[in-house]
């Protein structure tokens, strides 16, 4: 099983993950077709399935133009809102592609339909992955969109922190800068917490992605998987892990907020090359 991440938009991450016996291939959030192509035709696979973590469109939106391109392409999710839906899942169904098997994890929260996916292959000496979406991202969580801080922390705890701590995580945003600076204001002690700040600053100086983590990092840097921890509730001042949470993600919510971000419309306008014509004329 070989993951290939594929930086688009402002700070989007969708997936391609191929199965390397058959050179099969299922894409993990499909926002934009025109590069996904790209690396189907580079890695010269088959693109058999989609997986769509949540409705929103810097997730979902190429899922139309590729269910044209491919017909019998199957597209799985959660909630009827994702586009070219053709199979609902619920949470615990699994899903096999050839030696690819997917555990379906439903995370409701950011959105009331949001599901992650849990992959592996049996007999593999590789660590299995967690395509988390817009629920748990590395050094954060997402933002309580439809849901509460009761349905997060479960998510948390009961179904993503509970999977083997090696586990590989690909989340759907690269913003691990800014939720590592929140985590040292948390935690402005935790050595961890700055290690991890300091390799993610070298990585985006290098233009590299800081995905995947691992389970196992996240529970000493991530504040949103540290609720029970003493610098945690003393910087939240409340002890009831929902509670904290709560207060973690309000605070988060307005910390160092960027001041001007571009136009998400016109970042995916130029992901799909619509101004080009426009460019060359000049």
Not at 5 to 15: G, K, Q, W
Not at 46 to 65: K, M, P, Q, Y
Not at 106 to 120: K, L
Not at 172 to 179: L, V
Request: charge should be negative.
């Amino acid at each position: 099983m070989k993951v290939k991440v594929i930086s688009v938009l402002e700070d989007n991450y969708m997936y391609l993950v191929i199965e390397e016996s058959t050179r099969d291939a299922v894409a993990v959030d499909a926002a934009v077709p025109k590069r996904l192509l790209e690396i189907i035709r580079k890695e010269d696979v088959v693109l058999r399935a989609i997986l769509t973590t949540h409705h929103h469109w810097d997730h979902a939106r190429g899922n139309e133009e590729l269910a044209q391109l491919f017909p019998g392409l199957q597209v799985f999710g959660a909630d009827e809102r994702i586009g070219a839906l053709t199979h609902k899942v619920t949470h615990g169904q699994e899903l096999t592609f050839g030696a690819i098997r997917v555990r379906c994890l439903f995370t409701p929260c950011h959105t009331s339909g949001h599901m992650c996916y849990f992959m592996w292959e049996d007999d593999s000496p590789d660590a299995p992955a967690l395509f988390s979406g817009d629920t748990l991202f590395v050094g954060g969580c997402g933002q309580f969109f439809e849901g509460t801080a009761e349905q997060m922390h479960t998510n948390l705890t009961q179904i993503l922190g509970t999977l083997p701590k090696d586990t590989k995580i690909f989340c759907g945003h690269e913003c691990t800068i800014r939720n590592l600076k929140f985590a040292l204001k948390v935690e402005p002690e935790n050595e961890m917490v700055k290690e991890k700040l300091a390799w993610a600053r070298q990585r985006d100086d290098e233009d590299l992605p800081t995905v995947p983590s691992t389970l196992q990092e996240e529970f000493l840097y991530n504040p949103f998987l540290r609720v029970t921890e003493e610098p945690v509730q003393r910087f939240t001042g409340r002890t009831d892990p929902v509670e904290v949470l709560r207060t973690l993600r309000s605070e988060r919510d307005n910390f160092k907020k960027p001041k001007e971000r571009p136009n998400p419309q016109a970042m995916l306008a130029f992901d799909w090359g619509l101004f080009r014509p426009l460019l060359e004329k000049k």
